[in-house]
């Protein structure tokens, strides 16, 4: 009688510790050393860890930003290239954001090698065309936001991302014509699906510059 009054107590010892285990307040991790996950020194790198409840119902494979700015840039990178800074297409577009060497000339980059191999200067290089982008598309940006063309609603976020994916000159086409004209990629990426899938993100600390270049 007395061992198996032992063993119930143990067990329940147990359980009553494994249950306990699941109800562990947030945790604060880093993410800035992340594979894929850069973040540069002028944003915050502490992120809460979300409880069993609040992730039941998400199903991403990479921290939860939301709306915030460095959701958007995250969001676009694992879109173009999984988060993988080293990544060269077959077109030759190049990095975490899958940048052209236009693209790369156009903020004052010329090396593309040192690019491949440093993560902040990839980071740096796509805030600086967002810059870029902002100020060439500031009027369409003015003129059509909160606009609803072809069933989407035109926000500054997708307009910048739809930017970054075809170049202003075909966001501003797409805009213009009421959403007639529709660039795409080269897999056939749509600029109207950019506009859609990056809309409602905030970019307003996106400072808007017609030529800026990246040290």
């Not at 109800?23 to 409880?51: A, R």
């Not at 980071?123 to 909160?146: M, P, Q, T, V």
């Not at 989407?152 to 086409?173: M, P, R």
């Not at 080269?186 to 600029?191: D, I, V």
């Amino acid at each position: 009688m007395v061992n198996k009054k032992w063993i119930y107590f143990s067990g329940l010892a147990l359980f009553i510790a494994t249950v306990s285990t699941g109800f562990k307040t947030k945790e604060e991790k880093q993410f800035g050393k992340l594979e894929g996950f850069h973040v540069s020194e002028d944003e915050i790198t502490n992120y809460s860890v979300p409880t069993i409840d609040e992730t039941a119902k998400v199903s991403f494979s990479f921290p939860f930003t939301g709306k915030s700015y460095i959701g958007f840039k995250q969001a676009i990178a694992i879109k173009e290239s999984q988060g993988l800074y080293k990544l060269v297409n077959r077109f030759g577009y190049l990095g975490k954001y899958q940048f052209g060497k236009s693209a790369l000339r156009s903020v004052g980059i010329t090396n593309a090698k040192n690019f491949l191999n440093n993560p902040g200067l990839q980071e740096r290089a796509f805030k600086a065309l967002l810059s870029k982008n902002k100020w060439e598309l500031r009027n369409e940006i003015d003129r059509y936001e909160g606009r609803i063309i072809r069933g989407i609603k035109i926000t500054e976020s997708g307009i910048l991302a739809a930017a970054h994916l075809a170049g202003a000159g075909s966001v501003k086409s797409f805009l213009n014509s009421n959403g007639k004209n529709e660039a795409h990629d080269g897999f056939g990426t749509s600029l109207k699906s950019y506009i859609r899938r990056f809309g409602g993100y905030d970019t307003s600390n996106i400072i808007a510059h017609p030529a800026p270049v990246v040290q």
